[in-house]
């Protein structure tokens, strides 16, 4: 063989929805594989979805985490909670993998323990799974097809809640109040506009009350959280717009050469305006809106262009 055949480029993106009996648990599952491209780093932004992700061929690289603290590291599997600091995640031209993004509300159906015992920190899966988390990954590497591997992950986590899905459809509490579970949905539905004052009314408990018991279930307080859907919802809409602007123009032309309608997204994501947008990207992502395209334009593990559930 020629010392100068040159590898064939791998760039694969899938995405599956669960079935509906773990939709109470699970937004999406997202497969990706790349092999033999430009090295790049992908920043982890902060979402309203705890991620679990089972690796295929090579460990998942992290530069840096949410938690300043956590040393860089390398995973296998890694299970991740909620966080408003970008994690920094790197590679050398080859990465694959399944991502999962989970519901906190019902992080014990799946993972045994609140997401408020992962909030701001990565730690290999294992650390919440045990030895399934190496029995998954070993199933998923041995299967061939995106399809299988995500039938895979339907069978054992539908094996895993057993009859709590069932329950979960409808809106069991699997431990959370109702309260807390009532506080979270309104942020859901409001895209994180609602008012936390208005909602902790609601729920009859003082607002340190609610607060406390709110940031133990999801590892954040109803404002970061409110600030974290918010934020999630806008680069979501943002990148949409990025999308259809490369589609229908110059494919070769960067998103982040204006005419994204910053100042309209802002408004109508409940920003004041364009410079409270700006200011909260770089506080959650670490970068201002039009670098964080330019960054993320060729990155694999991107999310689909879906809208969260309410």
Not at 8 to 16: K, L, M, N, R, S
Not at 90 to 108: C, N, T
Request: aromatic share 8%.
């Amino acid at each position: 063989m020629s010392g100068s055949t040159a590898l064939a480029v791998v760039d694969e993106f899938a995405w599956h929805v669960p079935p509906p009996a773990l939709r109470p648990f699970a937004f999406g599952y997202s497969g990706f594989r790349q092999a033999g491209v430009e090295p790049v780093r992908h920043r982890g932004l902060p979402s309203p979805y705890l991620t679990l992700i089972f690796t295929l061929d090579e460990p998942l690289m992290l530069a840096a985490h949410p938690d300043p603290q956590q040393p860089p590291g390398s995973f296998e599997t890694l299970a991740g909670g909620l966080h408003t600091r970008p994690a920094l995640i790197v590679h050398d031209g080859w990465q694959s993998g399944i991502q999962l993004m989970l519901d906190p509300l019902s992080a014990r159906g799946i993972l045994g323990l609140p997401a408020g015992e992962l909030a701001g920190i990565d730690v290999d899966a294992t650390a919440v799974l045990g030895p399934l988390a190496a029995q998954i990954q070993d199933r998923l590497r041995e299967a061939a097809t995106w399809a299988e591997r995500f039938a895979i992950l339907d069978q054992v986590l539908l094996a895993r809640v057993g009859p709590r899905a069932a329950r979960a459809a409808g809106h069991a509490d699997f431990g959370v109040s109702s309260e807390v579970r009532y506080a979270w949905r309104a942020l859901q539905r409001s895209g994180g506009n609602a008012s936390v004052a208005a909602i902790t009314a609601e729920t009859g408990w003082s607002e340190r009350y609610l607060r406390a018991r709110f940031q133990a279930e999801t590892g954040l307080a109803p404002k970061a959280a409110a600030r974290v859907i918010r934020f999630d919802r806008a680069k979501t809409a943002l990148r949409k717009r990025a999308s259809a602007r490369r589609g229908s123009g110059d494919p070769n032309r960067p998103a982040c050469a204006g005419g994204l309608g910053l100042a309209d997204l802002a408004a109508e994501h409940g920003y004041f305006d364009q410079a409270h947008l700006d200011r909260e990207f770089r506080l959650l992502a670490g970068c201002p809106p039009t670098t964080w395209l330019a960054e993320e334009s060729r990155n694999i593990q991107a999310s689909p262009l879906a809208e969260p559930r309410s």
